[in-house]
Every structure is written in structure tokens, then in C-alpha cells.
């Protein structure tokens, strides 16, 4: 149970192609940083990438939230990082994942499509509540096996 009151912060960013890894390899070496640091700062969320945009949520205090999205937003490995929403809630939605990320996959096109982010992912057509339909419904169905490392 928490005692502190919780601040969810939901962004979109693009991947910066012009980097060298590639975007399974790039994952993983985000979710390693995220999970060690997020684990201290008791951050949990969920991250999910096409291999060209991010979509991420984040939750926990609200200093906390805001120091690791400063720290997120800075770093050069994506670009354009735009609040989608930040506000207080009532609970956690992901309270067991330190940082949990799903990499995109033809197999899951139909759970993209109904939470209205089929194909391409336009900035006009997101919004914070499709972006965290979406990562409830990847973290209850597709994935309960998130990326190991
Ligand atoms: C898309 C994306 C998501 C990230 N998510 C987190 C996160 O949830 N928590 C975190 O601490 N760092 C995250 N990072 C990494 C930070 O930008 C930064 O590299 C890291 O926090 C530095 O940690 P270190 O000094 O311990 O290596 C993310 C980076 C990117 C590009």
C-alpha cells in the first residue's frame, strides 16, 4: 500500500535513428537503467516502443515522477518527448513493474486497433487514456512475460 499520493505522468517521444544501437538493443539498455533506478525512487510504469516512438508511463511521487522525466527528457537517445498528461490518481496501475516495456509486434496489431492506435502512431490521434488502455491491456494479456534481462 502506498502512503504517499500518487502522480502519473504519460508522454510520447520519437527514437533517435541517427543513434547506433538498434531497437530491441536500445530497450534493453533503457529498461536496465529504468528498472535500477526506478527500484530506489519507488517509480513503477510501463514503457512501450515500435521501434520509432515511445510511449511511456510513469508513477510514483510527485517529485520523483518529475526528477526522472527531467532526467528521461534529456537524454539522446529520443527526441520530441511531449507530455501527454500529468496529474495526480488515485492508485498504481503497474505497482509491480519497476519499468515494464513491450516491444512492438505484428502479433498484437488487433490490441493496438482497439485501443485506437493501429498502425502508424500519429501524435494527433494519442491521448494519455488510449496510451494507458493500451499498456493495461498489454500488461494483462499479452505480457506477463516482459522483456528479461
Ligand atoms: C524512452 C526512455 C525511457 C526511459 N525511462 C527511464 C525510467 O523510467 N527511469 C530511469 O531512471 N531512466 C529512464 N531512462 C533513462 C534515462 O534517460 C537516463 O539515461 C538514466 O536514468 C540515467 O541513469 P544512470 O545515471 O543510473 O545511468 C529512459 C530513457 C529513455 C530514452
Redesign the pocket.
Known sequence: MDTIEIHRLVYV?K?NLGRVDSAPA?LRN??S??????AK?G?T?Y?I?DGET?L?I?EGAEATVSG?FA?????R??RH?SVLEAKPSSARLFPTW??AAYLRSPAHEAVFARHGLGGKIHQRTLSADRVVSLAVELSLSVHNSPIRL
Open positions: 517521444s527514437f536500445a533503457i529498461l537503467a529504468s528498472r535500477r533506478n526506478n525512487n517509480v510504469g514503457l516502443f515511445f511511456q510513469l526522472t532526467r528521461i527528457e534529456s537524454d537517445r529520443h518527448a519497476s519499468m
